[in-house]
């Protein structure tokens, strides 16, 4: 699958972004998607995924400040970010899969940069 991030940028603290991950086919034959970040020197982290099957996951330190959802008719995947802090600063990268396990060995995109000033 072919997917292609967009939306990063440059921003303030508290500040909002909306990434978005465009798919070739059909988004609704993918059973799992995720946003991942890296920032430099860091390991890269599932920041959150959803499924047809299951509650959206969110990593502890984005709950109740991003969403992560789907548009169907768009064939898109989106990860709204809202009171960004400087600590999110990272690539942002979108993966998909046929389940959860195997996200990170599934298709990925080129990534995206969001940068938080403080």
């Known amino acids: 699958v072919r997917l292609v991030e967009s939306g990063g940028g440059l921003v303030q603290a508290g500040e909002s972004l909306r990434l978005s991950c465009a798919t070739a086919?059909?988004?609704?034959?993918?059973?799992?998607m995720g946003w991942y970040r890296q920032a430099p020197g860091k390991e890269r982290e599932l920041v959150a995924a959803?499924?047809?099957?299951?509650?959206?996951y969110y990593i502890d330190n984005v709950k109740g400040r991003f969403t992560i959802f789907r548009d169907n008719a768009k064939n898109t995947l989106y990860l709204r970010m809202d009171s960004l802090k400087p600590e999110d600063t990272a690539t942002y990268y979108c993966a998909a899969s046929t389940t959860l396990a195997s996200l990170p060995f599934g298709s990925w995109g080129q990534g995206t940069q969001v940068t938080v000033s403080s």
């Open positions: 959803i499924s047809s099957s299951e509650s959206p």
């Open positions: 086919g059909s988004i609704l034959s993918i059973p799992v």
